[in-house]
């Protein structure tokens, strides 16, 4: 017999998973910036990138963890949500951009915040 989870422990979970927004998609704040040694003139587009990630994917869904992104996700799952998105070209660059830099800093990153 199968044994069933109740509906209020998983509702929440799925509404708003294990993970904060900020350990999701880190901010684009002064220790995003030391972490990924970017000039301060880069921070504006990766804001902007961060920005379109989170309301675009959040119009569906709670954007995932940008360090949980696979390369097949690349290949085949982020085409498909830019296209689903309707993002224009310029906003797939600074979406692409943003989680490229912010995947491999953002386990360091939660690790710091307080």
Same mark, same amino acid.
């Given at each position: 017999?199968? @044994?069933?989870?109740? %509906?209020?422990v998983? =509702?929440?979970l ?5 993970? !904060?927004l #900020?350990?999701r998609?880190?901010p684009? #704040?002064d220790?995003f910036?030391?972490?990924? $040694?970017?000039s301060?003139?880069? %921070? %504006? @587009? ?12 959040g ?7 940008v #360090?949980?992104?696979?390369?097949? #996700? ?7 949500m830019f296209? $689903? ?6 906003e797939?660059?600074l979406?692409?951009?943003? =989680?490229? !830099?912010?995947?491999?800093?953002n386990? !360091?990153? =939660?690790q $710091?915040?307080?």
């Amino acid at each position: 017999m199968r @044994r069933l989870i109740p %509906a209020v422990v998983v =509702i929440p979970l799925m509404l708003f998973g294990c993970a !904060t927004l #900020d350990e999701r998609a880190p901010p684009v #704040d002064d220790l995003f910036l030391s972490e990924a $040694k970017v000039s301060a003139s880069e %921070a %504006a @587009r990766l804001r902007e990138g961060r920005t379109i990630y989170v309301n675009f994917c959040g119009d569906c869904h709670s954007p995932r963890k940008v #360090d949980n992104i696979s390369k097949g #996700d690349w290949k085949e799952h982020l085409p498909k949500m830019f296209k $689903k998105a309707e993002l224009y070209p310029e906003e797939i660059e600074l979406v692409t951009n943003y =989680i490229k !830099t912010a995947a491999p800093i953002n386990r !360091t990153l =939660i690790q $710091k915040r307080p």
